[in-house]
Antibody
Framework: EVQLVESGGGLVQPGGSLRLSCAGSGFSLSTYWMTWVRQAPGKGLEWVASIKQDGSEKYYVDSVKGRFTISRDNAKNSLYLHMNSLRAEDTAVYYC???????????????WGQGTTVTVSS | EIVLTQSPATLSLSPGERATLSCRASQSVSSFLAWYQQKPGQAPRLLIYDASNRATGIPARFSGSGSGTDFTLTISSLEPEDFAVYYCQQRSNWPPTFGQGTNLEIK
């Protein structure tokens, strides 16, 4: 079965750090762009960061630049999100998703994890 | 940043009716647009990719159309399980962006 499973969420104080993990199974992560998307309580979806298949390109939403780092280990079929200097506004459910795009087509985020909850509060 | 504006914010319909959801981009995204369905407590599910292609396992009552700046998701005859929030998303330019969502509710 093709699936993604996130872990690493929890309660953290403002200014603290967390590392989220996303383990893939049933497929090879190395074929896909991988992306983190978050959803604050009662809000819509927000793209956070993406990383290219070989890790050579990384992109971030402005609000997390310099604080979050996306990385991947294709040998372990895993994706990570290192989050530092956390703020209350980072409180959200964080989803990882696989994504496929070519020059001519966009195949969407077709497999999502179940999400892991990050709560930033004192 | 490309802004996606979805309308209406809320759509109240009955099972069996036709639903038409709109997504307008602030600049052309070509066909690099996807639609997702999200139910409470669940992860989003891909419905449509590249503006008009149904994802694997998605029923034929779901269809997407449009290119450039104007896109439509149509559900031809609503089933009870279709009542949910729907998001469009573009992957033409960085950063990728989502619309604010349309809440499709039972009338």
């Amino acid at each position: 079965e093709v699936q993604l499973v996130e872990s690493g969420g929890g309660l953290v104080q403002p200014g603290g750090s967390l590392r989220l993990s996303c383990a893939g199974s049933g497929f090879s992560l190395s074929t896909y762009w991988m992306t983190w998307v978050r959803q604050a309580p009662g809000k819509g979806l927000e793209w956070v960061a993406s990383i290219k298949q070989d890790g050579s390109e990384k992109y971030y939403v402005d609000s997390v630049k310099g604080r979050f780092t996306i990385s991947r280990d294709n040998a372990k079929n895993s994706l990570y999100l290192h989050m530092n200097s956390l703020r209350a506004e980072d409180t959200a459910v964080y989803y990882c998703a696989r994504e496929l795009k070519t020059v001519y087509y966009y195949y969407g985020m077709d497999v999502w994890g179940q999400g892991t909850t990050v709560t930033v509060s004192s | 940043e490309i802004v996606l504006t979805q309308s209406p914010a809320t759509l109240s319909l009955s099972p069996g009716e036709r639903a038409t959801l709109s997504c307008r981009a602030s600049q052309s995204v070509s066909s690099f647009l996807a639609w997702y369905q999200q139910k409470p407590g669940q992860a989003p599910r891909l419905l449509i990719y590249d503006a008009s292609n149904r994802a694997t396992g998605i029923p034929a009552r779901f269809s997407g159309s449009g290119s450039g700046t104007d896109f439509t998701l149509t559900i031809s005859s609503l089933e009870p399980e279709d009542f949910a929030v729907y998001y469009c998303q573009q992957r033409s330019n960085w950063p990728p962006t989502f619309g604010q969502g349309t809440n499709l509710e039972i009338k």
